[in-house]
Each structure stands twice: as structure tokens, then as C-alpha cells.
């Protein structure tokens, strides 16, 4: 999806306003994607076209967005994470920092991205993998909860679903991010007793599928002993927590 930069004004206006001023190149790449309404059309430019995250950001806040509006931005940004060939973190990044600005946001990219879930097919599981990374860089950035993953019965997974799930946990657990951040962003679930389900869901996942992946990929995984690492805090944080639901022998 890469196309020039830096072809949008920075002045306040409403998304036709936008239009006005974008190239004939952006607009036909807007509706081959599907944009099939002003708002989404300019929301697509947007990020096409911005310099950086901090620039796309700049430039949704100055569109007059009403109501349930911020739903379009978000349904943009999925499809384009999603369309890229490869994972793109600009996307993550300017999520993280929508999802600072206004809750509205952390909302919506959550029931997104449980409909992306819910919507898993062996067809489209190579787009989802894409959508796996995004989740699990905002869980890290702690823009979404790891109680998001509820979405899931992660005891009872088909084959492609089960590729969205491993590449989760292996994305989170291979973030650079300080030890003290991976530990949190397990403790805020496992402290969280109505959860027990999911905790014990994450638990068997992380010992019986991820170990078993891990210790046979290691010559594969450039980040193996962060993710080895990462992923023996995680099973102890949740241990803990079954146990002390006595949930766990």
C-alpha cells in the first residue's frame, strides 16, 4: 500500500474537504480498496500519505468526526494492517497513541478485532497473521487488555486459528519490552479472578502448545531466548494465580 507522502494539508476540515485536495493517484488506490464513502476515502489518505504516525494522528483529530464516526478510522486501519504484505508497525503505533487519546478508541479496536477472530478461516489466515501482530503490539503497549483474548476458547482451537493464537503469544512474548512490562501485562489478567477461565485457558496454551513450538523452533526464532525467557515468567504469573483459585494441583 505505499504510495508519496505528504500530499494532505494540515488545516481543519470535513473529509470531502480533504478529497479536494488529493491526488487522482491516492483516490483511484482509495477505491480499489473499497473506501466507499467520503470519511473512509480521507481516512485511507490520511495514512497513505502522512509522514509519520504523529502527522496521520494530527491529521484524523483535524476531521470532523461526530457521533461513532471514530468506528470508520478504526475499520480503515484494520483493512490496511491487514492488506499489507508484510506487518507494518505504523499502524500499531498510531492505534496506540488513538487509543491514548480517547477510550472510544480502545473500544472499538477491540470488538474490530474480535470480529476479526470470530470471522477466522482457513482462507484468510495468512491476512489474519498480520492482525495477530497488531493485537498483540497494543496488549504490549497496554492500549488493550489480555483480557481481550476471551474472545477465544483457546482449549479447543482449529488449525488456523490455532496460527492467529501462536503468533499472539509468541509476538508478545518476544516484544522488547522490560521484563517488568511482560509481567504486568500477565498479572493484569491473572489478578482477575472472574477470568479463571481464560487464565487456565492461557495457561495449558502457553505449556502445552507455545513450549512445545518454542523448543522445537528455536533455530528459527531470531528472538528465542527473549521469547524462552518471557514465556517461563508468563507460566509462573499464571500458575500462580490458578493456585491460588485452586485451580491448578
Known amino acids: 500500500?505505499?504510495?508519496?507522502?505528504?500530499?494532505?494539508?494540515?488545516?481543519?476540515?470535513?473529509?470531502?474537504?480533504?478529497?479536494?485536495?488529493?491526488?487522482?493517484?491516492?483516490?483511484?488506490?482509495?477505491?480499489?480498496?473499497?473506501?466507499?464513502?467520503?470519511?473512509?476515502?480521507?481516512?485511507?489518505c490520511i495514512l497513505m500519505t502522512a509522514e509519520d504516525y504523529?502527522?496521520?494522528?494530527?491529521?484524523?483529530?483535524?476531521l470532523k468526526l461526530k457521533g461513532k464516526q471514530d468506528r470508520d478510522v478504526v475499520s480503515v486501519i484494520m483493512h490496511c494492517v491487514a492488506m499489507e504484505k508484510q506487518y507494518n508497525p505504523y499502524y500499531e503505533v498510531l492505534a496506540s497513541k488513538l487509543c491514548s487519546f480517547s477510550n472510544n478508541y480502545r473500544f472499538s479496536f477491540r470488538y474490530a478485532i474480535w470480529d476479526k477472530v470470530r470471522d477466522l478461516t482457513p482462507e484468510n489466515v495468512a491476512k489474519s497473521v498480520n492482525v495477530s501482530k497488531f493485537f498483540a503490539g497494543l496488549v504490549v503497549r497496554f492500549s488493550l487488555s489480555l483480557s481481550a483474548v476471551k474472545v477465544a476458547d483457546l482449549?479447543?482451537?482449529?488449525?488456523?486459528?490455532?496460527?492467529?493464537?501462536?503468533?499472539?503469544?509468541?509476538?508478545?512474548?518476544?516484544a522488547k519490552a522490560s521484563t517488568e512490562d511482560i509481567i504486568s501485562v500477565f498479572e493484569r489478567v491473572a489478578a482477575q479472578e472472574e477470568l479463571v477461565g481464560?487464565?487456565?485457558?492461557?495457561?495449558?496454551?502457553l505449556t502445552s502448545n507455545l513450549g512445545a513450538i518454542v523448543r522445537e523452533k528455536k533455530e528459527k526464532l531470531p528472538n528465542y531466548v527473549r521469547v524462552k525467557a518471557n514465556l517461563k515468567l508468563a507460566r509462573g504469573v499464571l500458575k500462580k494465580s490458578l493456585l491460588s483459585y485452586t485451580m491448578l494441583d
Not at 504523529?54 to 483535524?62: C, M, P, S, T
Not at 481464560?198 to 496454551?205: K, Y
Open 1 to 44: 500500500l505505499a504510495v508519496p507522502r505528504g500530499q494532505l494539508g494540515a488545516r481543519s476540515a470535513d473529509a470531502a474537504s480533504y478529497l479536494d485536495d488529493v491526488g487522482q493517484e491516492i483516490l483511484q488506490l482509495a477505491n480499489q480498496q473499497r473506501m466507499n464513502t467520503d470519511l473512509r476515502r480521507a481516512i485511507f
Open 198 to 205: 481464560l487464565i487456565q485457558g492461557m495457561h495449558l496454551f
Open 54 to 62: 504523529v502527522d496521520a494522528f494530527e491529521k484524523l483529530l483535524k
Open 155 to 174: 482449549t479447543a482451537l482449529d488449525p488456523h486459528e490455532m496460527v492467529f493464537w501462536r503468533v499472539f503469544f509468541l509476538q508478545v512474548l518476544g
